[in-house]
């Protein structure tokens, strides 16, 4: 059997509203509660974001590789939704994209403050 990562803990202040972020940003599967963790799924593997309310929140990092035309989708939204970006992760503000590896990458941060990557191209 393979090894795959199955679902990771991200710590958030308000799981529902993170919950509809991860939905409308990378349309990702809001779905029923599990016990005190709110689920988002990505569709396309078996993984689950579980949201956890924390009174403080400790900011992670989390790269999602995409296809090309899913990055001009949720960059399209990252836009429309006035959020701030950048072509790096010390630079998350600068408004630019960057194009390491051949590829497109964006970073900008969730309503809890953890950088989210977008990534087009491995970095090995």
């Not at 992670?60 to 992760?89: Q, W």
Request: glycine content about 8%.
């Amino acid at each position: 059997m393979a090894i795959e990562l199955n679902h990771t803990i991200v710590p958030v202040r308000d799981k529902e509203a993170s919950a509809r972020f991860y939905e409308q940003i990378f349309g990702f599967e809001h779905q029923e509660p599990l016990g005190h963790f709110q689920p988002v799924r990505i569709p396309s593997q078996s993984l689950t974001l579980d949201l956890d309310d924390r009174k403080t929140v400790e900011q992670h990092h989390y790269a999602f590789k995409v296809s090309e035309p899913e990055f001009d989708e949720i960059f399209g939204r990252i836009k429309e939704g006035g959020l701030e970006y950048g072509s790096g992760p010390r630079s998350s503000t600068d408004m630019q994209t960057n194009t390491w590896n051949g590829g497109r990458g964006v970073y900008f941060r969730d309503p809890d403050g953890h950088l989210l990557e977008l990534l087009t191209q491995d970095y090995a």
